[in-house]
């Protein structure tokens, strides 16, 4: 196929767009007339209800006289013609006299639209037209301009995030060029969606820009993204994805092991145990800590085990890339925590301020009342989160008036050990924005310096050797959160030496596609609930985030006493369905003798980190059956997949039933501890593995006495005698 760019107009004054892979056709009216792939004709547009291409938006109408006929709101305007002059894209709307100039940038694999500039004329900010008085306005009154704008037919797939809709055949994706593009999708009543890019007042107007591309199906639209990224010099997002190591395990270490001296050698003891190759540091074990992880989040000093810092992590990471481990950091880029520098005793300037509030009156030393001229409806009421910032002081208040005079009431000055000082009268303050997750930090403004300097910190100790990060507490932003979480998060990794080969976070927005290619990891579920939540969360984004060309974490797991093997099987080959990791929570040296069936439990996670790599398609989709169980066998030099289903069995015992080679064969462990079982069948084989050595049984009275503890292997010809003996067996 030749690489054709062109843009040019036909006879009726329509606009066509061209590329090597499609062709879009824009009429005289603004309104799209076709998306046509050139390798098979398809036409991806959806016509029911055409929509314009561009429009813009404003807060109300500024226009006198268009103020004067229509309701003072939110108001959009459509496009209603374009001309293409001298290259550029001449674009005028419904109602407003001003226009705006697209600009647009053909490759072979995107193209990208460019708001270039508006178009102003002498007459264009007239109060009444031709009296020649003039607003004292010189930058259209546009809040949000629509940037591209178009309806496709749905396909197979939708990727929300990506904002991409594809199948084997063809794809089609409108995506940002930076964090400030706002990037999303309206759902049409026929099925049918609008693909759409905003540029946004207060953040990017004019020079903002996105990207349209199409594309002959699923991995052509990655090749593009991937020409795409490199142009850009961005984050290589299809790459990293591309990375199947990146698709395996990892062990999460956390700060608990800064004071165990045993700490390295049995970390990677485990990481052995259950084949696992990544190694996640949280924070903690780098840097100082405190009760809690969260209170001095921001401070970031490095602890004891690293006097020297970057130069002794540098040594530490050596030794663990020596033993075949790679490392990763964990880390909060938004929390400043409230027992940090930037917290007491004086309030940094820049924390973030969910609300504003001007003092009505002067604030002494001794005053518990604070009176304000805003409304105060709706402040937090939480009893730890009613906290007031005015200079470097923050109150905590009691509650507030709902009426004039308005006041905060029963305050407590010097909260969190702040200084307390006299404000005066006009002083700006508001309600400290402080975490939702323990209110043990608060979050930074993101439209200050402070996220440069923490952002700063964190690339210090990760650019010591760490290859992989996790971006915790991501959702940690104030709105417009689909900008802030992008931005915050690449305005950290961009000070990486080495980009990482792929990122993880606790939330995503639209731009972060480019280098969050591990999606997200999912956090703690607790025993009894654990197959039912994983089914219910990880197992089903896992299924979405295909759509988006990523996959998910379905950790992290963490070895709760009770935890036993048949558990991590459902979950390590739910994980395996979809190409997906785990992320195992370390055990501490005192937690791991707590679980009696931990050398079972690392077990199952070494066979399905190993046998991943040979899993069939066919395979996969029947793991991707909930309802159903299955587990591994060491057969061999090799490993076998095999349905299971769970087995009644006396108190305290589990046990799993599986036919295989013409015999019956149950797979049994004790729960908790161990026990002698009486069987009332004999001439059983038992072993401590499917081929493994021949367990110790004895005959008394008649029955098959077994000891159970680890996981064992009972295999008997009838399998109706074998299920009725274990359903029947009798604990001594």
Not at 71 to 97: M, Q
Request: glycine share 8%; charged share 25%; with cysteine.
């Amino acid at each position: 196929m030749s690489n054709v760019k062109r843009l040019y107009s036909n006879p009726d004054g329509s606009i066509v767009i061209e590329n090597r892979h499609f062709t879009l056709t824009v009429g005289k009216n603004a309104l799209a007339e076709g998306l046509i792939l050139k390798k098979n004709g398809r036409d991806l547009l959806d016509k029911s209800a055409p929509i314009p291409v561009f429009s813009l938006m404003e807060n109300r109408p500024f226009n006198n006289e268009i103020k004067l006929m229509y309701p003072n709101k939110r108001t959009t305007f459509g496009a209603k013609s374009v001309e293409l002059v001298d290259g550029r894209i001449k674009v005028y709307f419904d109602l407003v006299s001003f226009g705006a100039w697209v600009d647009v940038e053909i490759e072979d694999e995107y193209v990208i639209f460019r708001l270039g500039d508006f178009i102003i004329t002498a007459t264009d900010f007239e109060m009444v037209p031709g009296a020649g008085y003039k607003l004292n306005m010189d930058v259209p009154p546009v809040q949000e301009f629509r940037l591209l704008s178009l309806s496709v037919n749905r396909m197979k797939n939708f990727g929300q995030w990506l904002n991409v809709t594809w199948d084997d055949d063809a794809a089609v994706a409108v995506i940002g060029t930076s964090t400030a593009t706002r990037i999303d999708h309206e759902n049409r009543d026929n099925g049918a969606l609008t693909l759409t890019a905003d540029a946004i007042r207060g953040i990017k107007l004019v020079g903002c820009s996105c990207a349209l591309i199409c594309t002959e199906g699923g991995e052509s639209m990655l090749d593009a993204i991937d020409a795409f990224e490199e142009a850009l010099d961005l984050p290589r997002g299809v790459k990293s994805r591309r990375d199947p190591s990146n698709n395996t395990s990892i062990l999460r270490v956390s700060g608990y092991y800064v004071h165990e001296p045993e700490s390295f050698d049995y970390v990677i003891d485990v990481a052995k145990k259950c084949g696992i190759k990544k190694m996640l540091f949280y924070k903690e074990y780098f840097f100082e800590t405190s009760r809690d992880g969260y209170l001095v989040c921001g401070d970031y000093r490095y602890n004891d085990r690293f006097p020297n810092g970057p130069s002794d992590v540098k040594a530490f990471l050596d030794k663990i890339k020596a033993a075949g481990i790679t490392p990763g950091l964990h880390f909060l880029q938004t929390h400043i925590g409230i027992e940090s520098s930037y917290v007491t005793p004086a309030a940094d300037h820049r924390l973030n301020l969910t609300r504003h509030f001007t003092l009505a009156k002067p604030l002494s030393e001794t005053d518990t009342t604070v009176y304000v001229e805003q409304p105060t409806a709706d402040a937090p009421m939480h009893p730890d989160c009613r906290v007031l910032q005015f200079g470097g002081e923050l109150i905590h208040y009691e509650s507030y008036t709902t009426e004039p005079p308005y006041a905060f009431i029963g305050c407590k000055r010097g909260h969190f050990g702040t200084y307390v000082t006299e404000h005066p009268l006009g002083q700006i303050g508001g309600t400290l924005d402080v975490s939702e997750f323990g209110a043990t930090s608060v979050y930074v403004d993101q439209n200050t310096s402070l996220q440069d300097e923490i952002s700063a910190k964190i690339a210090g100790l990760y650019n010591c050797g760490f290859e992989f990060c996790y971006m915790d507490g991501s959702e940690g932003t104030p709105p417009p959160h689909d900008y802030h979480v992008s931005n915050a998060q690449y305005r950290t990794i961009k000070l990486f030496k080495n980009p990482p080969r792929f990122c993880e976070g606790a939330a995503k927005s639209h731009f972060g596609w480019h280098w969050m290619s591990g999606g997200n990891a999912f956090d703690v579920f607790k025993t009894a609930t654990f197959k039912k939540h994983l089914t219910e969360f990880p197992f089903d984004e896992a299924r979405q985030m295909k759509e988006d060309f990523t996959r998910v974490d379905f950790g992290w797991w963490h070895l709760f006493p009770d935890i036993e093997p048949d558990i991590y099987e459902f979950g390590a080959s739910r994980a395996a369905a979809y190409d997906c990791p785990l992320t195992f929570i370390c055990p501490t040296t005192v937690q791991q003798p707590q679980n009696k069936r931990a050398k079972d439990n690392f077990e199952v996670i070494r066979r399905w980190e190993e046998y991943r790599p040979e899993l069939t398609e066919e395979q996969k989709v029947l793991l991707r059956d909930p309802q159903k169980e299955y587990t591994l066998l060491e057969i061999g030099d090799g490993m076998e997949m095999v349905y299971y289903e769970r087995l009644t069995a006396p108190e305290g015992i589990t046990a799993y039933g599986f036919e295989h080679n013409g015999k019956y064969h149950v797979t049994l462990w004790h729960k908790r501890d161990s026990a002698k079982l009486a069987l009332s069948c004999g001439n059983i084989s038992y072993r401590d593995e499917y081929e493994g050595n021949e367990l110790p049984r004895e005959t008394t009275d008649g029955k098959t006495v077994i000891t159970v503890s680890d996981k064992a292997y009972i295999t008997l010809s009838s399998k109706d005698e074998l299920i009725n003996a274990i359903a029947d067996a009798v604990i001594l």
